[in-house]
């Protein structure tokens, strides 16, 4: 036997429950590099990566947040941005295309625009076998 729903009572209520749903997981892209989809900041966050052969750019774009409430750290192999505002947070893991110098990186945040600098260093160091 096949429920009817027109006579259900709670019909629109649950109706409006999906909807909502929906609306809030429509950000969400589980394909997505980083913590997924808009973040928060309305899908204006964007991050970029950009390589020469002795440096590696991240250009990360982060509307309404404030310089001080920017974390970023770096391993060597990827770069973690993290950001709030009173609103929402953001956080963000790049996996770099080439190995960096960690303590060569510099950064600057200008009108909502973060850039990280990198070097580049060497794939692996050599070892010796005695």
Same mark, same amino acid.
């Given at each position: +036997? $096949? $429920?009817?729903? $027109? #006579?259900?009572?709670? #019909? #629109?209520?649950?109706?409006?429950?999906?909807? +909502? +749903?929906?609306? +809030?997981?429509?950000?969400?892209?589980?394909?997505?590099?980083?913590?997924?989809?808009?973040?928060?900041?309305?899908?204006?966050? =964007?991050?970029?990566? /950009?390589?020469?052969?002795?440096?590696?750019?991240?250009?990360?774009?982060?509307?309404?947040?404030? @310089?001080?409430?920017?974390?970023? @750290?770096?391993?060597?192999? =990827?770069?973690?941005?993290?950001?709030?505002?009173?609103?929402?947070? /953001?956080?963000?893991?790049?996996?770099?295309?080439?190995?960096?110098?960690? =303590?060569?990186?510099?950064?600057?945040?200008?009108?909502?625009?973060?850039?990280?600098?990198? #070097?580049?260093?060497?794939?692996?160091?050599?070892?010796?076998?005695?």
């Amino acid at each position: +036997m $096949r $429920r009817d729903d $027109r #006579d259900d009572p709670f #019909d #629109d209520i649950f109706s409006e429950i999906e909807r +909502m +749903m929906e609306g +809030m997981a429509g950000g969400f892209d589980a394909g997505d590099a980083g913590f997924g989809g808009d973040a928060g900041f309305g899908g204006d966050a =964007h991050v970029s990566v /950009y390589e020469t052969e002795e440096e590696i750019r991240v250009v990360a774009d982060l509307p309404g947040v404030e @310089k001080e409430d920017i974390r970023i @750290k770096c391993d060597g192999r =990827h770069v973690t941005i993290s950001a709030s505002t009173e609103t929402s947070e /953001y956080e963000e893991r790049i996996e770099l295309p080439a190995r960096v110098d960690e =303590h060569s990186a510099s950064a600057s945040f200008n009108n909502g625009v973060l850039e990280i600098e990198l #070097d580049r260093t060497g794939s692996s160091a050599d070892i010796d076998l005695s």
